[in-house]
């Protein structure tokens, strides 16, 4: 398969972002440990240094320089700078010359390695929740505690977690099914309530003159007449059930 230049300049853009957090995070490379009464002044020391992290960054910038001098020999286009920042730039800008040399399925390939093992390095430590699958490659997505976003380890695509769990909101409970489809469903550990298929009919079965407190969800008959057994939607029986629980049935019937 033959790499395109939009999935190169991603690739690019991704590893440039993963190595720009690396460098943010990195922080000071000194601690203090407090005041010393004998000397009178703070003593510092090294903090512990990730020794994978560093090599795998370098090991990236060594990769890009590669490319970027490669390039810079075959066109005559001179380097714009030597910081990752520059190379990606410079092998963005050139993106659709790259995916027409034959190396560029396999700088392709490097490129990902390369993001995903110096992501790993600088996240292994972070604790992790899950933040739903890929919509491009089906691949679990972990966002690390308190960031707003999830990279796929597989494809590199990338999800702002709050609009994931907005979106997860929106379709959680949509499931349409019948009286005794959606009492098992409720009762799976997914929500753990038992609400009976009996129940479920009743209330949408009008009542005393009162029109039925669940809407029917699908149609009364399919397209040539026959009837339908009748269907509700998850979160109307749950918004009915947790109203139940909230007001005292004082003798009457649910």
């Known amino acids: 398969m033959t790499v395109t230049a939009q999935q190169l300049e ?7 972002q993963v190595v720009a957090a690396v460098n943010v995070g990195r922080g000071s490379f ?7 009464t004998s000397s009178g002044s703070h003593e510092h020391a090294p903090l512990p240094v990730d020794v994978d992290l560093i090599d795998k960054k370098a090991a990236a910038h060594r990769l890009l320089m ?15 700078g030597r910081d990752v920042h520059s190379l990606t730039n410079y092998l963005f800008a050139r993106a659709a010359w790259i995916v027409g040399q034959l190396w560029a399925d396999d700088f392709h390939k490097a490129l990902l390695t390369h993001t995903e093992g110096l992501d790993g390095a600088r996240t292994r430590r972070e604790p992790k929740v899950f933040a739903g699958r890929c919509a491009e490659c089906e691949t679990d997505l ?10 796929c380890q597989t494809c590199g695509e990338t999800y702002e977690v709050l609009a994931w769990r907005d979106f997860a909101k929106g379709v959680f409970g949509q499931h349409v099914g019948t009286p005794a489809d959606l009492s098992r469903k409720l009762s799976a550990p997914e929500y753990g309530i038992e609400v009976t298929a009996d129940r479920i009919r009743k209330w949408a079965t009008a009542r ?3 029109p039925p ?5 699908n149609p009364a008959t399919n397209e040539t007449g026959d009837p339908i057994p009748p269907a509700y939607r998850l979160n109307d029986v ?6 139940a629980r909230r007001t005292p049935l004082e003798g009457r019937t649910a």
């Not at 690739?11 to 440039?16: C, E, G, P």
């Not at 000194?30 to 010393?36: D, V």
């Not at 972990?142 to 990279?151: D, L, V």
């Not at 407190?213 to 969800?217: D, G, P, T, Y």
């Open 10 to 16: 991603r690739a690019l853009t991704t590893l440039d």
């Open 30 to 36: 000194t601690a203090s440990y407090g005041h010393r």
């Open 66 to 80: 590669d490319r970027a001098l490669r390039i810079a020999m075959e066109t005559g286009e001179g380097l714009t």
């Open 142 to 151: 972990y966002a690390i505690k308190g960031q707003p976003e999830a990279r």
């Open 208 to 210: 005393n003159g009162n």
């Open 213 to 217: 407190k669940l809407e029917r969800a």
């Open 238 to 243: 749950l918004d009915l059930y947790h109203n």
